[in-house]
């Protein structure tokens, strides 16, 4: 999808609560070379903004390349956002992140056009060109992480919304009558049912209930080392509790999506995140959700598939970001 360009090189940067990845990829949107180091996450913005640097020098080092060779670079960054100002506002893992002003650092350090964009929008991007969503004209993206964060991608490129919060599915709200909070302090939202930290909780509360004891789920329970994996791998082993809660998960799921097939009728909903670690059974459940309850003409079946790129799709997202950024100027 990506015209030929001889010469042409983009770094993608992926700010995460763990780690800070950087890719390089050519004008034909292939990925050249990438490195990652550890985020310490307590360490604060000044360090963070000084690790960005180390890790684009690096990479562009270790490629063999020189700065000269890169013609714009892409920041995607956690958190919320100041789309306008290239600001992190506030990134809720990273302690004391606020106000951290990413692109001017990083434009002054470079001198090079800086693109800069929310994480979840830039694995969204890099899915629609070079991962699950290539070739369909227009993409959702859903990332099942601790929480969800989405992207919506229309003709190779992001609807961003005014403030850039299009997409922020993951807010929106599927539950009415005794809804459960949710991290943004509404709610009844997509997340309260659905990102891993609320599985985990629904699984604790499950699991009080159970007063006989029957799902295998309270041995890690009572080690706390249960985790949203148990719960799946439990389910796929038959334990009825754990069962519950997956079907819980994906038939909330399902409505997210079912939402976005209503309001947005895209190609392809592609989803991303550590939750797809689930597998097959669970993709196939929440397709069956959809299949039962959306139009019929919205995208069904295979439309609706796991993301291909893995921890890829960030910096991959980011690097095409600032291309399209260089062809717009
Ligand atoms: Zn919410």
Known sequence: MLPMETSQYY????????????????????????????????????????????????????????????????????????????????AVNLTDWKNVPVRSHLETIFSKPIAFLNDANAAALGEAWLGAGKGAESMAFLTLGTGIGGGLVHQGKIIEGRHGLAGEIGHTRIEMSRPRPCSCGNFGCLEAYAGATSVLKRAYEALAEDFNKISDLHEPAEKKTLSCKDVFDAARNGDPLADRLVEETSSALALGVINILHFFDPEKVVLGGGMIAAGDDFLKRIRWFVKDQAFKECAQGEDICFATLGNDAGILGAAIAARQMLLKN
Not at 27 to 46: C, V
């Open 11 to 90: 770094l993608g940067l992926d700010v995460g609560g763990t780690a800070m990845k950087a890719g390089i990829i050519s004008a034909e949107g292939t990925l050249i070379h990438s490195l990652m180091q550890p985020t310490n996450k307590n360490a604060g913005p000044n360090a963070g903004l000084a690790l960005m640097e180390k890790v684009i020098r690096l990479c562009i080092e270790s490629a063999g390349f020189k700065l000269d060779s890169i013609k714009a670079i892409g920041a995607a960054v956690p958190g919320i956002i100041d789309l306008k100002n290239g600001m992190i506002l506030d």
